[in-house]
């Protein structure tokens, strides 16, 4: 965590920091919820990362991911569209064994900040609801 977060810091552009985590640490403006872990729990981080900010393009980032500096240096050509880096390597530590793959992870996803307080507010109803 710490090798990302260093890495996190150095790619930010000047650009805003917002953890949100179910115990305090310090990195970025930390938002605490007290929650037990959880799909909804997650869906409720992810909102109120999202409400705490004013930045008009969001990039969502886990705690046990490398990103590389440019891959915040992305601007979405559509404001109604989710943007995902598509591009994945995961490494095993222990013998340094990679597998390269696409995919659209929550934790490459990038957008707008509008159509993502929407779906995440809408996501956080259904999952309370039962829905999904």
Same mark, same amino acid.
């Given at each position: 965590?710490?090798?990302?977060? =260093?890495?996190?810091?150095?790619?930010?552009?000047? #650009? @805003?920091?917002?953890?949100?985590?179910?115990?305090?640490?310090?990195?970025?403006? #930390?938002?605490?919820?007290?929650?037990? $872990?959880?799909?909804?729990?997650?869906? $409720?981080?992810?909102?109120?990362?999202? @409400?705490?900010?004013?930045?008009?393009?969001?990039?969502?980032? @886990?705690?046990?991911?490398?990103?590389?500096?440019?891959?915040?240096?992305?601007?979405?050509?559509?404001?109604?569209?989710?943007?995902? #880096?598509? #591009?994945?390597?995961?490494?095993?530590?222990?013998?340094?064994?990679?597998?390269?793959?696409?995919? =659209?992870?929550?934790?490459?996803?990038?957008?707008? $900040?509008?159509?993502?307080?929407?779906?995440?507010? =809408? $996501?956080?109803?259904?999952?309370?609801?039962? @829905?999904?």
């Amino acid at each position: 965590m710490q090798a990302v977060q =260093k890495q996190l810091l150095r790619s930010l552009n000047g #650009n @805003e920091l917002i953890s949100v985590t179910l115990k305090p640490i310090d990195f970025g403006k #930390n938002i605490v919820l007290p929650l037990k $872990r959880s799909h909804l729990s997650m869906a $409720r981080q992810q909102l109120a990362g999202l @409400e705490a900010t004013t930045a008009d393009i969001i990039f969502f980032a @886990e705690h046990d991911i490398l990103y590389p500096k440019e891959h915040f240096d992305f601007l979405p050509p559509r404001k109604d569209v989710f943007f995902y #880096n598509l #591009n994945w390597v995961k490494v095993r530590t222990s013998d340094g064994q990679a597998l390269s793959f696409k995919a =659209k992870q929550v934790s490459g996803l990038c957008a707008y $900040r509008d159509i993502l307080l929407d779906y995440y507010r =809408k $996501r956080v109803s259904m999952i309370e609801s039962g @829905e999904i």
